[in-house]
């Protein structure tokens, strides 16, 4: 009997264990697309139009190290609209301060874009982002706004039963106003038949951007969609 437990014990020991990732390496630098989250910009210096610049977007790429510092060697300007606002741009990247990237909830260096915008005519004159971050509604300043949507297609089998629906979708709306292609999901539905219908009202719809500062952000919404009876006056 005692031979069986040990026995017992040592397949006990021998079985599968779960695999712990290692910890991401401090000394590599992750591209956009393999950090879990991006640097988030925290503190941004007075900014103002240049003298003698144009109205554009210049596009900086650099590397924000682990402590949300931007490396000023790694900097290149990948699109400019002419040297004076390129010039400016990289000036004020480099004096922005950041909450650094994170894998697996560690802080890591990553190479990000980030473009900066001019506007003489706008408030403020000159704006920044990270390529690729989503904001939260509650995040930014302007919220999206619908402006025009396709015409609801209730499901005939639903309607003919006389069987009213609500689905909430989560989607997100990019900088343009328009739903990004593969952000579409249902949240919660009343019946699942008219979750097809609801995905595609809000694939169709227009918004206004999100803003942060008058600059156009990316924004996670949350978009209720009523399947309603008609009434008879």
């Known amino acids: 009997m005692r031979r069986a437990v040990l026995l017992g014990l040592a397949v006990a020991a021998c079985g599968p264990t779960t695999f712990v990732p290692p910890p991401p390496s401090p000394t590599r630098v992750y591209g956009a697309s393999e950090v879990d989250e991006l640097p988030e910009i925290v503190l941004t210096p007075p900014s103002h139009y240049p003298a003698g610049g144009s109205d554009g977007v210049v596009l900086v790429r650099l590397v924000i190290d682990s402590a949300g510092n931007p490396e000023p060697a790694t900097l290149v300007v990948v699109q400019g609209s002419d040297s004076v606002t390129s010039a400016a741009a990289r000036a004020l990247v480099l004096k922005t301060l950041f909450r650094p990237a994170r894998v697996r909830g560690h802080v890591v260096q990553v190479s990000v874009d980030i473009p900066v915008e001019f506007a003489a005519e706008a408030v403020p004159p000159v704006t920044l982002h990270v390529s690729g971050d989503v904001y939260g509604e509650a995040a930014v300043q302007e919220r999206p706004h619908l402006t025009s949507s396709a015409t609801l297609a209730y499901p005939a089998a639903l309607l003919l039963s006389h069987v009213p629906g609500r689905v909430v979708v989560q989607a997100v709306v990019d ?53 309603k009876l008609p009434t008879r006056d």
């Open 175 to 227: 900088t343009t106003g328009r739903v990004e292609e593969g952000s579409v999901r249902v949240l919660q539905s009343s019946d699942a038949r008219f979750n097809q219908a609801a995905e595609d009202y809000v694939k169709a719809a227009r918004f206004t951007a999100g803003r942060i500062a008058g600059r156009g952000v990316r924004v996670l919404v949350e978009l209720p969609v009523e399947f």
